[in-house]
């Protein structure tokens, strides 16, 4: 049995819920089940690079691949997926 468990890239303190709230609360509820991180929302990472940066507001801070990764391999994580997957366009 598999738990996705997911992150949202604009969202820091998602990340940081994974290691402080959500793993135990798998392992306690589904002992033994393996866990996949799915990083959501990749596609901000892209237009989060794209901003111009003549606007007042502060940029939000985003999580990176390399920072999601790094959480997957701390809590054992089966697998991690944080990138966006650029999928052909198919006209019908």
């Not at 468990?5 to 998602?14: A, G, K, M, Q």
Request: hydrophobic share 30%; aromatic share 6%; proline share 5%.
């Amino acid at each position: 049995m598999k738990e996705l468990t997911r992150i949202e890239v604009e969202s820091p303190d998602s990340l940081e819920n994974i290691e402080t709230k959500w793993k135990q609360e798998i392992e306690e509820n589904c002992p033994g089940v393996k866990l996949v991180l799915v990083a959501l929302k990749c596609d901000l990472r892209e237009s989060h690079q794209d901003e111009d940066d003549g606007g007042n507001e502060p940029k939000r801070p985003m999580i990176q691949y390399q920072q999601g990764l790094e959480v997957a391999q701390r809590i054992k994580a089966l697998r991690y997926l944080g990138e966006l997957m650029h999928l052909p366009y198919f006209e019908k």
